[in-house]
């Protein structure tokens, strides 16, 4: 076990041209096995169950990871308390314990710990910019003192509050990565991912991709305009990708949450192994050196990403011992026409049946099109009522 500090830091990986491996989407696999609940999405588990959590963490580790981010998406005291969320824990205990979490596997193998804050209710309601930044700094009060290795703002739809997040973690001196969750259009405001990137640059951050929303190759492409805008602008940075474990072709501007799959009819959409590997390989080629996923990523998806790099990275993760290169392990296989499939050209060229004769290849998303300051956006601590409930039924059932 290596002491805390004593390991390398974030940019003195990337500086060095190195993979960083990021872990999956805590939030979604956390829902599946009962510890956190679909709709506020609000990470409390750290607090109230964290055996669950903890060994989330450990899995991703095992998996190949190489940072912990803290399990602390939408953390912040105006989330946990939004729309009537029961939460019996404060901001500052979730936080804490998230912390400490990440900390303890972190250290059980070589990776760091990153601190994350995400979007906030009180933008999408007009808060001042003073009122949004006094809440990413309560939730930093706590990374600072719980010594995280870097931090991360990420899954923010509208540049202007990212800014906000990344000037008030940049005063703290630690590396800052940012990520948004927007694809090719650009944020909700239609700010190109090209003029997303040089001002999340120009306000400090080290690090700038996207998370959430679209499937890896559409991230790929977004995060290359990125690049491609910021190398333009003359600065320098580091890039990631954080995808959906999910196919989303048929996504507009908002992504999969204007799916009618989403939250929970979302698994036929899951992308295999092998798109996994494909989606590790085309990132890498990209220029993207932090590579990790989002919701629907599991610790296998991020296997298969560690398996496809690991000529570049030098190693193979521990969870590949059981499991061995493009399904090498089904040579011991009963089956004769199993063994057959124990080969990479089988795996590469697949294309998976759904099952389901009557499903339709694609899907045609809600797209509201509201965004900040719009009436329905107007988040508040009561819980939703049935007379707010019906005419959005009534609207959805419209279309």
Request: aromatic residues 10%; hydrophobic residues 40%.
């Given at each position: 076990m290596a002491p805390v500090g004593s390991k390398r830091g974030i940019l003195e990986r990337l500086n060095a041209g190195e993979i960083v491996i990021g872990d999956g989407g805590f939030v979604f696999a956390l829902e599946k096995?009962?510890?956190?609940?679909?709709?506020p999405w609000t990470p409390e588990a750290a607090a109230e169950h964290p055996e669950a959590v903890r060994q989330l963490h450990r899995e991703f580790l095992r998996a190949g990871s190489n940072v912990m981010q803290t399990f602390t998406f939408y953390a912040s005291d105006d989330k946990l308390e939004n729309r009537g969320n029961d939460v019996h824990f404060t901001g500052q205990?979730?936080?804490?314990?998230?912390?400490?979490?990440?900390?303890?596997?972190?250290?059980?193998?070589?990776?760091l710990v990153a601190g994350g804050v995400s979007q906030t209710p009180s933008y999408l309601s007009c808060k001042s910019e003073p009122e949004v930044k006094a809440i990413f700094k309560k939730q930093l009060d706590v990374f600072l003192k719980k010594n995280v290795d870097f931090l991360i703002a990420e899954y923010f739809e509208h540049v202007e509050e990212a800014e906000w997040a990344v000037q008030v973690l940049k005063a703290t001196g630690k590396p800052v990565a940012a990520t948004m969750c927007i694809g090719p259009m650009g944020d909700m405001h239609g700010v190109s991912p090209g003029e997303c990137a040089v001002r999340l640059v120009k306000a400090g951050a080290d690090i700038v991709g996207v998370n959430c929303h679209f499937d890896p190759m559409t991230c790929i492409r977004t995060v290359a305009i990125m690049k491609a805008a910021v190398e333009k602008a003359g600065?320098?940075?580091?890039?990631?990708?954080?995808?959906?474990?999910?196919?989303?072709?048929?996504?507009?501007?908002?992504?999969?949450?204007?799916?009618?799959?989403?939250?929970?009819?979302?698994?036929?959409?899951?992308?295999?192994?092998?798109?996994?590997?494909?989606?590790?390989?085309?990132?890498?080629?990209?220029?993207i050196r932090y590579i990790g996923g989002c919701c629907g990523f599991e610790p296998y998806?991020?296997?298969?990403?560690?398996?496809?790099?690991?000529?570049?990275?030098?190693?193979?993760?521990?969870?590949?011992?059981?499991?061995?290169?493009?399904?090498?392990?089904?040579?011991?296989?009963?089956?004769?026409?199993?063994?057959?499939?124990?080969?990479?050209?089988?795996?590469?060229?697949?294309?998976p049946a759904s099952g389901r004769p009557l499903c339709p290849s694609m899907s045609t998303p809600d797209g509201w099109g509201v965004t900040k300051g719009h009436p329905e956006l107007m988040q508040q601590k009561e819980a939703t009522s049935q007379e707010q409930l019906r005419p959005l039924f009534a609207k959805a059932d419209a279309k």
């Open positions: 096995r009962g510890y956190v609940k679909a709709g205990q979730v936080n804490e314990a998230a912390c400490d979490l990440a900390r303890q596997v972190a250290n059980e193998g070589d990776a600065l320098k940075a580091h890039y990631m990708a954080q995808p959906l474990a999910y196919h989303t072709p048929d996504c507009g501007c908002q992504g999969f949450i204007d799916l009618p799959e989403f939250p929970f009819a979302l698994e036929p959409r899951v992308l295999t192994r092998w798109d996994m590997q494909q989606y590790a390989r085309e990132a890498y080629e990209a220029g998806h991020i296997r298969a990403v560690a398996e496809e790099l690991a000529s570049e990275r030098g190693s193979l993760p521990e969870a590949s011992q059981k499991h061995g290169m493009w399904g090498n392990a089904l040579e011991m296989h009963t089956k004769p026409w199993v063994r057959a499939r124990a080969r990479r050209d089988y795996w590469e060229k697949i294309k």
